[in-house]
Nanobody, 120 residues
Framework: QVQLVESGGGLVQPGGSLTLSCAASGRFFSIDTLGWYRQAPGKERELVAGVTSEGRTNYADSVKGRFIVFRDSAKNTVYLQMNSLRPEDTAVYYC??????????????WGQGTPVTVSS
């Protein structure tokens, strides 16, 4: 199985920056896509940003130009650099990992979630 450990959440003022990290560990053949989702109170979970094993990235329209997602494949870690944060970015942020087991069967796993609060 694959485990994810997230870190980096917290309280930040509007306009500030925060960087989240998510490290994957366990037994797997490959890690395909690593992504970040978020869920605000009373809302559905939504994709924030993702990065493939080839380095292709995609972003939600609401974060384009403010957030940067990148991965360190040697460390099986994905980062989300969040700049120009707004109160509407307040949510619990979840890491998602799509991987293949040693037998090449695909699966995905979620992190435990890390809260981000943007408030003055």
């Amino acid at each position: 199985q694959v485990q994810l450990v997230e870190s980096g959440g917290g309280l930040v003022q509007p306009g500030g920056s925060l960087t989240l990290s998510c490290a994957a560990s366990g037994r797997f053949f490959s890690i395909d896509t690593l992504g970040w989702y978020r869920q605000a109170p009373g809302k559905e979970r939504e994709l924030v940003a993702g990065v493939t094993s080839e380095g292709r990235t995609n972003y939600a329209d609401s974060v384009k130009g403010r957030f940067i997602v990148f991965r360190d494949s040697a460390k099986n870690t994905v980062y989300l650099q969040m700049n120009s944060l707004r109160p509407e970015d307040t949510a619990v942020y979840y890491c998602n990992c799509k991987f293949k087991y040693l037998n090449l069967v695909s699966n995905e796993v979620w992190g435990q979630g890390t809260p981000v609060t943007v408030s003055s």
